[in-house]
């Protein structure tokens, strides 16, 4: 701004020296120093109020940029949002349901439903079930009691050998039947080495099958008041001779509801049998007749009586225990 108003100042001189030169005939009036200084203040003023509205005013100094910090400043961690996850609601299962262990019933192998029994009768109930899950069962597996009546059976009873998936076996229990009239049901299931109920399929609820039975006094000779049948099977044990060369005698007690013929082979606790083929026992009416067999050996073993015909029934066994 100093730099305009210096040719200003003199533009403003050489007026005043111009009025001081003006011819006589022009200046008939007096022009006072005063009038000529103010209009001269006034037009520079003017001039300069016109030069700022065509001369930009310098633009303003550019800003130098901040340096950039030494240090980073701290992060600051980000508050993590909550994972939501979906539940599943499921209901709680009776039975176990993993493929390792499922079971299918196959058939009652001896006492149909509805055989009838003297009242205290003993007897021997089998079912036959196949593996169909993919484990093997081994003793760790268990026959239990589930509900209904359960005719002096055990409340659980391990599994005897090694079931492999796809075969079958015959499960074995021995019951008794209770003195007074009527009809009864017991159910009975499996469960693994967990103790979980392993999935029956064909049984009753899918995880049960049962065995049933009438108590009652029939006629015709028949005191089960049913079909002709071996009601119990009873053992007596003798040693003859030391451990390591004695022998056991063995006899069967075996007692039928009525008449009939009865045919029967021992089962030794190797899995073999006798492999005779003994003489059929013909019953002329109820009652008792007896059968025996020997067996040298030194370990501890056991021995079955095993009834084809009329029960195919594996009855209680025979336990031979050398002191």
């Known amino acids: 701004m100093k730099n305009h108003r210096i040719p200003f100042l003199a533009l403003a001189l050489m007026l005043i020296l111009s009025a001081c030169n003006l011819p006589s005939s022009q200046a008939t009036e007096q022009i006072s120093p005063n009038a000529v200084f103010t209009a001269a203040a006034q037009t520079v003023e003017a001039q300069l109020t016109q030069n700022s509205l065509i001369i930009p005013t310098n633009p303003p100094a550019t800003v130098a940029p901040p340096p950039p910090p030494t240090s980073l ?10 994972i939501v996850t ?62 209904g009546i359960s005719m002096g059976g055990p409340a659980s009873q391990p599994l005897v050998g090694t079931i492999v998936p796809g075969a079958s076996v015959d499960i074995s229990v021995n019951l008794q039947a209770p003195a007074t009239d009527n009809t009864y049901r017991g159910y009975w299931g499996l469960t693994n080495a967990s103790g979980a109920r392993i999935p029956v399929t064909g049984g009753s609820n899918g ?23 071996v009601n119990s099977v009873g053992f007596s044990v003798t040693r003859s001779g030391t451990c ?80």
């Open 73 to 82: 400043p701290p992060t600051v961690a980000a508050t993590a949002l909550p």
């Open 86 to 147: 979906p539940v599943t609601t499921t209901l709680p299962a009776a039975v176990a349901t993993s493929s390792c262990d499922a079971a299918q019933f196959v058939t009652d192998v001896t006492v149909p439903d509805g055989t009838q029994y003297s009242g205290g009768a003993t007897f021997v109930k089998t079912w036959r079930l196949t593996n169909t899950g993919s484990c093997t069962w081994n003793s760790s597996y268990n026959l239990v009691f589930d509900s």
């Open 207 to 229: 995880k049960s099958f049962y065995v049933e039975i009438k108590v009652g006094a029939g006629g015709s000779g028949d005191s089960s008041g049913g079909k002709f049948a």
């Open 244 to 323: 390591a060369s004695g022998k056991y005698v063995v006899t069967a007690t075996i007692t039928t509801n009525g008449p009939g013929e009865v045919t029967y082979k021992w089962i030794y606790s190797d899995g073999g049998t006798d492999g005779i083929a003994h003489d059929p026992l013909v019953f002329s009416a109820a009652g008792s007749q007896t059968v025996t067999t020997e067996w040298s050996t030194s370990a501890s073993v056991w021995l079955d009586l095993y009834i084809d015909k009329p029960n195919h029934q594996q009855f209680a066994r025979a336990t031979l225990t050398c002191p």
